[in-house]
């Protein structure tokens, strides 16, 4: 799948789903979601958000502070756990 359009299915996702719905089309990829405001339940509403979305499950080895720091870190993660196929 190609790159921009996974970016920019996180980024929907992201905007339902983590609270920070004002900011996103101005996050960069690599701005911490966690200092624009996003919180630990946020995350958690974004991970079953991108799991529905993209047909896979997070193993516990991906639940860490580090996955959702970023877009691009989510998108990373995505991209391995869905095979790159997409959903």
């Not at 799948?1 to 996180?10: F, G, S, T």
């Not at 958000?49 to 990373?76: M, Q, V, Y």
Request: hydrophobic share 40%.
């Amino acid at each position: 799948m190609d790159e921009q359009v996974r970016e920019k299915q996180v980024r929907e996702i992201l905007q339902e789903h983590s609270g920070l719905s004002d900011h996103i089309r101005s996050i960069g990829a690599y701005d911490s979601l966690w200092q624009m405001g996003m919180t630990s339940l946020a995350s958690v509403q974004v991970m079953l958000a991108l799991e529905s979305a993209f047909g896979f499950e997070f193993p516990d080895s991906k639940l860490r502070h580090n996955t959702f720091a970023c877009i691009s870190n989510i998108i990373d993660c995505v991209e391995e756990l869905a095979g790159g196929s997409g959903a």
